[in-house]
Nanobody, 123 residues
Framework: VQLQASGGGLVQAGGSLRLSCAASGRTFRRYSVAWFRQAPGKEREFVAAVSWSDGSTYYADSVKGRFTISKNSAENTVYLQMNSLKPEDTAVYYC?????????????????WGQGTQVTVSS
C-alpha cells in the first residue's frame, strides 16, 4: 500500500491544521493507521493511531485533547485534526500503516510509511 500525506503548512500558535493520509494500491481495511512526527535533531515519535476495523483511537499524552485522528472509509483516508497548535508541534508528520493492526508507538510494527508533510507553528 502506498501512503500519501498532505495538509501541512505554516500556522500561528493556537491555530489549526488538518492532515490527510490517503492510501492507494490497497484499502486500509486490514490495517491500523498512525501518525508520527519528527522534529529536527529528534527521534521520530508517535502521535496518534486509529483502528480501521472498529475506529478505536490511541494518542500520545502530548497531543491528547488537542489532536483528533479519524478515518473515512469511503475515501480510504485518515485525517489528523490538529487544534491549539504549539511551536513544539513543529515537525515533519508521517503517516504509517500496520498490517498487524498495531496501534502503539513502536515504529518497527508499521509496514508502510508515507513521505511526510511539514508542519511549522510560529510563536
Amino acid at each position: 500500500v502506498q501512503l500519501q500525506a498532505s495538509g501541512g503548512g505554516l500556522v500561528q500558535a493556537g491555530g489549526s491544521l488538518r492532515l490527510s493520509c490517503a492510501a492507494s494500491g490497497r484499502t486500509f481495511r486490514r490495517y491500523s493507521v498512525a501518525w508520527f512526527r519528527q522534529a529536527p535533531g529528534k527521534e521520530r515519535e508517535f502521535v496518534a493511531a486509529v483502528s480501521w476495523s472498529d475506529g478505536s483511537t490511541y494518542y500520545a499524552d502530548s497531543v491528547k485533547g488537542r489532536f483528533t485522528i479519524s478515518k473515512n472509509s469511503a475515501e480510504n483516508t485518515v485525517y489528523l485534526q490538529m487544534n491549539s497548535l504549539k511551536p513544539e508541534d513543529t515537525a515533519v508528520y508521517y503517516c504509517a500503516a500496520s498490517s498487524l493492526r498495531y496501534q502503539g508507538p513502536d515504529k518497527s510494527r508499521y509496514d508502510y510509511w508515507g513521505q511526510g508533510t511539514q508542519v511549522t507553528v510560529s510563536s
